[in-house]
């Protein structure tokens, strides 16, 4: 026996490698001139008022030579014959990576997050400066929130929402036409002065915000009690289109695809962020800046999204997280174990929905503008896809998915570098969305998990297996 | 339903109170295909009652029907002299009726220790240490999986886990829907055991429902033979055993 094996074994170390793969990589690269030629070969271009034809031949050469270059490179190393098949069926060198850095990641990029405004402004060199980076943080953040509350919904409780953005929308309006409200405002100006309501609407309008859109949750919760999967994903899309819709039709409510302009600004407590006697710089006396109001925003958006990772973390040990974790797994065995499925159910959409509000509310407050157009589909797809993306149920893997969906997505808008390999006429801005969502093929195969799927590899690892009750009852089983 | 056997058990005659469970008269449908068509089945305290029929005799459909999904058209179920036929499901767990349902329907993403958590969510959490450990005494592999999901279970310790997260609402009775599916002979033997030794240290009563007839019948103290949706026989376990119709439709692979 160990006589053949040898020598079954040492002609396949010899197999010829080299002549199939240059093989090979000629007919990928053939189909691709085949493909490439009339898409990127010939050009549409006008000539004095008629059509003309414009030829590209360096570019479709580039295209074919990475076509052709790259199969034979992995012709050569991945999907080489001569390849030892992976027999390291334990935890990868990330996995023990993960599992060595895993309790210091945490408060490594909570610490991260809290400086960020500092290093920002460091690394710019003034406070004006750093508005670009600032900006982005806020963006970042409002994401990575509507993600964890997403991911309550989704992750948890197993009920595919495409519809998320709804309650987002909500939220954004109902501090926009409270803040707006011509009574309400008089009303507040009679007892406390002309200037109140426009300074502490946000502050007010924040808890409310969170209670509709919770409400709007449970309305729709309601009829999708009884379906689960590609069902309820369809009625939730439609639900989202339905809000955008209404905002858009009911112009004596909500001014229409207009939008509502002007809505008063975020201010501290109470203490407006203007350049006049009263404001924000003049009583701690600092000199004025417009960037006091962005980064005091940075800090209530960070608040907030830590503010729906706690309750998220929390809730999680309660039984009614409990619950929603054994409802996306059985629905019959949770109603044969006494659970009401029907509360379970709707306690998700409503506490899912009520951060989506919170964020929503933010969103209207920051923007100083809200309109039906921000608040299309795309941005549950997003949301969804931070979530998939991240890892179901994973808060620190939503976290940096969105830092990597809306970070990555920013960058690709600075791919000036490309130009030097592609000549001046490439303009790499067309591609952004092309390479984002080749960045996503590659991931889900990568890692069909997600970025983060802690729940996974936990169970092969053998030094966590005497893993202690309180880590299991968080859900890291 | 003549062949009723009823007379001739001694466990059945010698009870003068009231069966805990009691299933009178009911019919449920699936569109209008009659599934049950009229069963009875009385179930007294202490006792193990099996339900045994072959495929799509509508077993699981009686055990459904009684946790109330679906619901029979006629009929009544009564629980210790209540009337649950209209009462929802989950709160039929709460009248401490535990069900290990058919392929078992244990949370496979979630380990063996939550699973026994959700167990207990109808009992509250006072007695949850104790029920544990009872569990584990009773399935000590259980207890060496602790932290493992369910999902990666082995059949056997995946029925052992549905019987044990039933057992963690502390029921006054247990239905258990073909515990023996798809298990090794040996891993029958040991939850067979396991229930027969909670009816005798614990007074549990259990209605059982089974395709294997001859560890049922063995086990069970009366049982009840269900063909096409009706009860056609009925009586103590081991005279069953002896019946010729029901060894050769059931221990004898139907051959005569």
């Known amino acids: 026996m160990a006589v053949q094996t040898a020598e079954t074994a040492a002609p396949a170390a010899t197999n010829p490698v080299l002549g199939p793969a240059f093989k090979d990589a000629l007919i990928a690269g053939l189909i691709a001139l085949g493909l490439f030629g009339p898409l990127i070969g010939f050009e549409t271009i006008i000539i004095d008022g008629a059509l003309g034809l414009a030829y590209r031949p360096s570019l479709l050469a580039i295209m074919v030579g990475i076509i052709f270059f790259g199969r034979l490179l ?157 069902y309820l994903a369809i009625v939730t899309l439609a639900f989202g289109e339905i809000i955008r819709l209404v905002l858009i039709n009911w112009v004596d409510f909500t001014n229409g695809g207009a939008g509502i302009a002007s809505i008063p600004r975020a201010t501290f407590f109470g203490i407006p962020f203007n350049a006049g006697p009263d404001g924000f710089a003049a009583l701690f006396g600092l000199p004025f800046s417009p960037m006091h109001r962005i980064v005091f925003l940075y800090f209530v958006i960070l608040a907030l999204a830590l503010l729906t990772a706690f309750v998220t973390v929390r809730l999680r040990r309660l039984p009614v997280g409990r619950a929603w974790e054994a409802l996306r797994e059985d629905e019959i065995a949770c109603r044969s174990l006494g659970i009401n499925t029907t509360t379970t159910k709707l306690s998700a959409f409503a506490t899912g929905a009520m951060f989506g509000g919170f964020a929503g509310c933010f969103f209207a407050v920051r923007a100083g503008f809200v309109s039906p157009e921000s608040f299309t589909f795309d941005v549950s797809a997003m949301i969804l896809a931070i979530v998939v993306l991240g890892g179901m149920g994973s808060q620190i893997g939503v976290a940096v998915a969105a830092a990597v969906m809306m970070g990555g997505m920013e960058m690709l808008r600075n791919l000036g570098f490309l130009r030097q390999i592609f000549g001046n006429d490439f303009d790499p801005s067309l591609y952004r969305m092309l390479i984002f969502g080749f960045a996503m093929v590659a991931i889900m195969i990568w890692k069909p998990r997600g970025l983060v799927s802690t729940r996974d590899p936990t169970i092969f690892l053998k030094e966590r297996k005497a893993v202690s009750g309180d880590l299991v009852k968080e859900g890291h089983g | 339903m003549s062949d009723t056997l009823t007379a001739t058990a001694p466990v059945a005659t010698a009870r003068t109170d009231a069966p805990m469970l009691q299933v009178r008269g009911v019919k449920t449908f699936y569109g209008n295909i009659m599934a049950l068509r009229g069963v009875d089945v009385n179930v007294y305290k202490g006792e193990i009652v099996t ?29 210790e002299g209540r009337d649950i036929t209209n009462v929802p499901t989950h709160e039929i767990a709460h009248l401490k009726i535990a069900q290990s349902p058919e392929g078992r329907r244990i949370f496979p993403r979630m380990s063996v220790f939550e699973n026994l958590q959700m167990g ?35 059949g056997g310790e995946q029925q052992m886990l549905a019987i044990g997260r039933a057992l963690m ?12 599916l798809g298990l090794a002979p040996l891993v029958v033997r040991q939850i067979f055991d396991a229930i027969r030794e909670l009816n005798r240290t614990e007074g549990l009563t259990v209605f059982l429902v089974e395709q294997n007839a001859f560890h049922a019948l063995k ?17 103590e376990g081991r005279e069953l055993l002896e019946r010729p119709e029901v060894r050769a439709a059931y221990l004898e692979g139907g051959a005569h």
């Open chain 2, 120 to 154: 207990a969510a109808v009992d509250g959490f006072a007695h949850f240490d104790a029920d544990l450990e009872k569990v584990f005494v009773l399935f000590p592999r259980l207890k060496e999986r602790i932290n493992q999901r369910g999902g990666t279970l082995s």
């Open chain 1, 74 to 230: 992995l012709n050569l190393t991945i999907w080489s014959p001569n390849r030892k098949p992976s027999t390291h069926t334990g935890p990868t060198f990330f996995d023990r990576a993960g599992t060595r850095m895993g309790p210091g990641v945490k408060p490594a990029l909570l610490a991260f997050a809290v400086l960020f405004p500092a290093i920002a402004v460091f690394s710019q060199g003034g406070l004006n400066e750093s508005r670009y980076l600032i900006d982005l943080g806020i963006l970042i953040l409002t994401y990575v929130m509507l993600g964890w509350g997403l991911n309550i919904v989704v992750g948890l409780a197993g009920l595919l929402d495409l519809g998320y953005v709804a309650f987002y929308a909500v939220g954004a309006y109902t501090y926009a036409l409270l803040a707006t409200s011509a009574p309400i405002n008089d009303f507040f100006a009679g007892l406390f002065g002309a200037t109140f309501w426009a300074n502490w609407a946000f502050w007010f309008c924040l808890p409310m915000a969170g209670i509709f859109a919770g409400v709007w949750g449970m309305i729709l919760g309601f009829p999708v009690l009884r379906l689960r999967g590609d």
């Open chain 2, 51 to 79: 339900l045994i029929g072959s495929n799509g005799a509508g077993k699981s459909t009686l055990m459904m029907t009684i946790f109330g999904q679906p619901r029979p058209r006629e009929g009544t179920i009564t629980f």
């Open chain 2, 219 to 235: 086990l069970a103290h009366r049982g009840y033979v269900l063909v096409n949706g009706a009860i056609t026989l009925s009586g």
């Open chain 2, 169 to 180: 609402s502390r029921p006054r009775l247990l239905m258990l829907d073909e515990p023996s």
